[in-house]
């Protein structure tokens, strides 16, 4: 038992080492707190609207099916028709509600124009995580220097176009140094120079929406998830009470 009890103790601190050298070696870019919630189906169906709205004309999400997201978003295959397809299929009709949610622009000539292909959304939720998506959709700013006319903090000279500036404004970038010579510590904020059709808070709450529903597409099975593993723990512990009795059962005679 002893034994048992110190190789897991061992494994529990491996895999602390580990993944505190995994924080560690992460970007040393401040990440604001995404703050979502992948149960606030408004927020995700606002979410899906946002994307392929402003997203999807670059952005495909090719691992997941508009009657899928309906069925999860609470929405009806008519209103998934009418108000989230936007793409054709082969032969220049609008997709049908059970087709991957695909678009139509070529990887090569996207690499041309932005220096990089757009790539898949399908599991960026996961890969990057929400704070990421969230604080990378809110710092982008204005930077004559790069060919879209904007940088980014969190995605250093990216290759995206700042697609939501009607809504958000643009930033500029304003740093100043402290302290002389190798010690000097440059510290940099983005302020808002000219405003967009939307407050602050009012843009912080679509770009948390659509990072909620990355977020959800990431990995759409914990939607449910949770609610089955409620029901498992339910089901084993009335299973245990009638294993209790069976086992008392079957040792009556012997004690
Ligand atoms: C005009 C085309 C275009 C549109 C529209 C667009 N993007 Fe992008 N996006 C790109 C390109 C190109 C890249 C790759 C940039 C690079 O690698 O330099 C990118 C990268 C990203 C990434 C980083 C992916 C990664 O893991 O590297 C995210 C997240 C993202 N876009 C989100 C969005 C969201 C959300 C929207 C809609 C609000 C959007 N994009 C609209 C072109 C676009």
């Not at 700042?162 to 970038?173: A, F, S």
């Not at 983005?190 to 948390?208: F, H």
């Amino acid at each position: 038992m002893k034994k048992f009890i110190a190789s897991v103790m061992f494994a529990l601190s491996a895999s602390l080492l580990v993944s505190g050298a995994a924080v560690a070696s992460g970007d040393s870019v401040h990440l604001e707190s995404a703050n979502v919630d992948i149960h606030n189906t408004p927020s995700l169906q606002r979410g899906a609207k946002y994307f392929v709205n402003y997203c999807m004309g670059c952005h495909a999400l090719s691992y997941s099916r508009y009657n899928r997201i309906a069925t999860d978003l609470g929405l009806t295959e008519d209103q998934v028709i009418k108000n989230l397809i936007f793409t054709r299929n082969a032969d220049g009709e609008p997709e049908n509600a059970g087709a991957l949610m695909k678009n139509a622009i070529s990887q090569k000539d996207s690499a041309e124009w932005f220096g990089a292909p757009p790539p898949d959304l399908s599991l960026v939720g996961r890969s990057r995580g929400s704070d990421w998506i969230y604080s990378y959709m809110k710092a982008f700013y204005a930077d004559p220097s790069r060919p879209m006319g904007v940088n980014n903090t969190v995605f250093p000279n990216v290759g995206m176009p700042h697609v939501l500036w009607e809504l958000q404004g643009l930033q500029e970038k304003h740093c100043t140094k402290e302290g002389e010579g190798d010690h000097a510590v440059e510290h940099c904020e983005l302020k808002l120079v000219k405003p967009g059709s939307m407050s602050a808070p009012e843009y912080d709450q679509v770009v948390r929406d659509l990072t909620n529903f990355l977020t959800y597409v990431g990995e759409p099975a914990k939607l449910h998830r949770i609610g089955y593993g409620v029901f498992v723990l339910l089901f084993l512990g009335l299973f245990a009470v009638f294993a209790y009795f069976l086992k008392k059962e079957y040792w009556k005679d012997v004690h």
